[in-house]
């Protein structure tokens, strides 16, 4: 995730109040709860990624075998960025390992898959396959909540409902916008 040299300035602000609780005025609270709507919504975007990529990962092994290098790529895209291997993902390896590149996937994937049983059996839950919601910033102290009525004990917030998964994935750019055709030029007539 990269920040702006703007957002930067309003992190540095409110990493600053946080350590020095002070008083803050209406500009300051308008742009730190920007900022977090701007985090939110990048974690949100991440998360909306991760999924189109994983059902990528998917449509791409039930393709297999014409879609073997294509696969295989987005498997090591989706293990470096925490996937957990599923069992078809091994199923599909055992059948691709005659492939180098297939035989040190499988080698990984199994590994991985040991590491997450053996989590599981040993009662911790396995490492998540997807970004944990970070909860919304609802006051900063000396904001506008300063001088509103004094604090009314909190209420737990509903936990938010996940998205619906989408009916189809998004079609790819190519499917959208097909190649374009050459077109002949026009035949010019000899007069005559």
Do not use: W
Not at 56 to 83: H, I, T
Not at 126 to 142: I, V
């Amino acid at each position: 995730m990269a920040f702006s040299a703007d957002e930067l300035r309003v992190l540095r602000r409110a990493l600053s109040i946080a350590l020095h609780p002070t008083p803050l005025p209406d500009e300051d609270v308008q742009d730190c709860l920007r900022l977090a709507g701007a985090v939110d919504e990048a974690v949100g975007e991440a998360g909306r990624l991760r999924t189109f990529l994983l059902a990528d990962l998917v449509r791409y092994r039930n393709a297999l075998p014409g879609s073997v290098s294509g696969y295989l790529e987005l498997l090591q895209d989706a293990l470096a960025g925490g996937y957990d291997p599923r069992p078809d993902d091994l199923a599909a390896l055992r059948a691709l390992r005659h492939r180098p590149v297939a035989a040190a996937l499988l080698e990984r994937c199994q590994a991985l898959a040991e590491r997450s049983v053996r989590a599981r059996l040993a009662g911790r839950s396995a490492p998540p396959t997807a970004p944990a919601p970070r909860s919304r910033l609802l006051a900063l102290p000396g904001g506008r909540a300063a001088d509103a009525e004094p604090e009314r004990p909190k209420t737990p917030a509903a936990p938010p409902r996940p998205a619906p998964p989408p009916e189809r994935p998004a079609p790819k750019p190519s499917e959208v916008f097909p190649p374009r055709r050459p077109v002949p030029p026009p035949q010019q007539r000899a007069a005559g």
